[in-house]
């Protein structure tokens, strides 16, 4: 079963606030349906899901959620323009084998995207790399090189630069330090990308 | 050809509540009837979906009204090639008008009008059942809430025509047939129809479990006879599908249906586009394959679930992993029993929230 919809965690808490209730939510690689069962029931969305794992797809049907057993990398291309009012990826940008079309591809079915991922550029992964000259194992990147499912990571700075060759506003993004915590909007990039653990972006196409 | 005013035969579960709003319609499959949850009449074995309909079950029979129709041009009770053309006064034989799966779902539809019943619950099918569920989905949109097609597809390949043909021409090269006239000539193709039923029923099981129920094991014998009894024991478990299978059976039946499968092409309806026939489509759908199965893969499977993406429908859908084959949908499989009761227990509760809105 779906677990206790109060305990959702704080990135998640985060996409949630980012979403207006009563819009059409695509939640890709929606896990269990945590995220999808929390919108549905208090932000009283029309939400759907793609998950590529079989356990999280029974479990969200189950739940009674609207998913579909696929992958964001060849499943999205099928949905027409402007279907959906957000688009959710939450950490799972890095595992996607072309991340640029994946984001391209959910702006094109979706006025906002929503995207969150582990930042590469995190102090602890930047010391990991830098001074112990190994791979950052983390709370973020929990797996070791040889078995991890991210094949893509990016830093902030990178999405950020991505966002601006696709002509993709940043319509207000978050960060979170290695506690958890929101850190202010205010920070600088260079902060950012420093101290931001993970980081959810509100994305939209330039003219939309 | 039009053909009116004849017989459909139905079994039906559970009680219809007041605003008859709980009916689920059951699509049985090619060589399936209406007796989904009840002892076969002519076998005496169990309803062919007994371990998914009935009190407390997947498809609640506690909670649902359950009804399953003999489908046109079958034999157990529908009009069917065995049937009598009152014109003629002997049975139809091939003068039965061809029939297709369209056919089958507007033969259905006659019954849910007489039973009063505007918006069923849910059509749900596996196999052939499933293609009756899609073309339920595209002809009569407003009628249903859910649709489930199972282990199905929106049509059939190359590979499923050619095992169909094998089957048929076996049933056409025994003599007993006569031209289709047997009835009349007081005769049956049991050897032909036997025949027909071994090699279709090679294609509903895979690989895996064929060698895991027989393997190379002999029957009744410690050594090879080196003749051509049924020294494995794979043999003569078809030969017993064979045989079993005549006794409820009709052959012309079996041409009749496995031509209507044959003729199936969704997308071919709708201007070659198979998500024309589910645009703005407010159905729900369920679309359920298994990885066992390569009769109906999950590849074909997947082809219905981007069509309803691409016209933005509302579609769930699951791969169950399974190593049974096409049969998966009517065996014990608890990860296919916990989605469609999941899928169909949501979507009540949806319904109840939408339908108190209006």
């Known amino acids: 079963m779906v677990p206790d919809r109060k305990a959702i965690r704080v990135d998640l808490q985060l996409i949630s606030d980012m979403i207006e209730p009563h819009s059409r939510v695509l939640d890709v690689g929606c896990g269990d349906g945590t995220l999808l069962d929390y919108l549905v029931h208090f932000r009283h969305v029309d939400g759907r899901g793609i998950e590529l794992s079989t356990e999280g797809v029974k479990t969200s049907i189950s739940a009674g959620l609207s998913v579909i057993q696929g992958d964001a990398d060849t499943d999205l291309k099928d949905y027409p323009d402007d279907v959906f009012d957000y688009v959710v990826l939450s950490q799972t940008l890095q595992a996607m084998v072309q991340p640029r079309v994946v984001l391209e591809n959910m702006l094109r079915i979706s006025k906002h995207a929503i995207v969150s991922f582990p930042n590469f550029a995190h102090w602890r992964a930047r010391l990991s790399l830098g001074v112990l000259g190994m791979m950052p194992v983390s709370k973020t990147l929990p797996h070791e090189w040889y078995e991890t499912p991210n094949i893509h990571l990016c830093t902030i700075r990178d999405f950020v630069a991505l966002c601006r060759d696709l002509d993709i506003v940043i319509e207000s993004q978050k960060i979170l330090d290695s506690d958890g915590r929101i850190r202010s909007v205010s920070s600088t990039l260079f902060s950012a990308n420093l101290f931001g653990e993970q980081a959810v972006f509100l994305l939209r196409k330039k003219n939309g | ?358």
């Open chain 2, 1 to 358: 050809m039009e053909i009116s005013d004849f017989p459909v035969s139905y079994q039906a579960y559970g009680e219809l509540n007041a605003d008859k709003s709980n009916a689920i319609l059951v699509c049985h499959a090619l060589t399936g009837d209406q007796f989904v949850a009840e002892p076969h009449p002519l076998t005496g074995k169990e309803g062919w979906w007994e371990i998914m309909v009935g009190p407390g079950k997947a498809i609640d029979t506690g909670r649902y009204f359950v009804i399953c129709v003999n489908i046109l041009g079958g034999c157990m009770g529908t009009i069917g090639p065995k049937e009598i053309n009152p014109e003629t006064g002997t049975p139809w034989g091939l003068d039965f008008p061809v029939i297709t799966i369209a056919d089958m779902v507007r033969c259905q539809a006659l019954v849910i009008d007489h039973l009063g019943i505007e918006k069923l619950f849910s059509v749900i099918g596996g196999s052939m059942g499933g293609m009756q569920v899609l073309e339920w989905a595209s002809m009569y949109p407003d009628r249903l809430w859910t649709a489930i097609p199972i282990a199905s597809a929106a049509l059939h390949t190359a590979q499923n025509i050619a095992f169909h043909e094998v089957g048929r021409q076996a049933i056409m090269a025994d003599p007993d047939w006569c031209g289709g006239d047997y009835l009349n000539q007081g005769k049956k193709p049991v050897k032909g129809l036997a025949v027909a039923r071994m090699a279709a029923h090679i294609t509903y099981l895979s690989d895996q479990a064929l060698h895991r129920k027989f393997g190379r094991r002999l029957q009744e014998r410690e050594t090879f006879a080196y003749g051509f009894d049924a020294d494995f024991q794979v043999e003569s478990y078809l030969r017993h599908q064979g045989i079993t299978f005549v006794d409820r059976f009709d052959a012309n039946s079996y041409l009749y249906i496995t031509r209507a499968m044959d003729y199936f092409d969704l997308a071919a309806k709708h201007g070659g586009e198979l998500a024309n026939a589910f645009k703005g489509s407010k159905v729900r759908f369920c679309v359920i394959s298994f990885t066992g199965d390569w009769l109906y893969t999950t590849e074909g499977n997947r082809r219905i679930v981007h069509a309803l993406n691409s016209v933005a429908a509302n579609v769930s859908f699951a791969e169950i992993e399974s190593d049974q084959g096409h049969d998966a949908f009517l065996l014990d499989e608890p990860d296919f029993e916990r989605v469609l009761k999941g899928f169909l227990d949501g979507a009540d509760e949806i319904r109840a929230v939408e339908t108190g809105k209006e």
